[in-house]
Nanobody
Framework: VQLQASGGGLVQAGDSLNLSCAAS????????TAWFRQTPGKEREFVAA???????AYGDSSKGRYTISRDNAESTVLLQMNSLRPEDTAIYFC???????????????????WGQGTQVTVSS
């Protein structure tokens, strides 16, 4: 499955931004789907994930400010980001696990399919 992340941009601290992850040729309803983010020189950081059944998990930095959801009609996974901070600046990637794996995992190594990333820049 090919993933496409979109919705990044330049915003000011305190603003909100919505990211979207779409799959070509398949429906994301069949996959545990997650968002990770990465800054230069650092490993990919777990942001949030959603399971087939709608269970969610969040990283420490995103908990309380971000919301992950699934739009089944559009077969997309959305990441609503509120109260953005300059330290949220990163490239955000969406990723999906092998469809036979139904448990949310926080490690990037557990995800097989990756989108190209979308840049989020938060100015102070």
């Amino acid at each position: 499955v090919q993933l496409q992340a979109s919705g990044g941009g330049l915003v000011q601290a305190g603003d909100s931004l919505n990211l979207s992850c779409a799959a070509s040729g398949r429906t994301l309803r069949d996959y545990v789907t997650a968002w990770f983010r990465q800054t230069p020189g650092k490993e990919r950081e777990f942001v949030a994930a959603i399971s087939h059944g709608g269970s969610t998990a969040y990283g420490d930095s995103s908990k309380g400010r971000y919301t992950i959801s699934r739009d089944n009609a559009e077969s997309t996974v959305l990441l609503q980001m509120n109260s953005l901070r300059p330290e949220d600046t990163a490239i955000y990637f969406c990723a999906a696990r092998n469809p036979s794996l139904t448990v949310i995992h926080r490690s990037a190594r557990a995800y097989t399919y990756w989108g190209q990333g979308t840049q989020v820049t938060v100015s102070s």
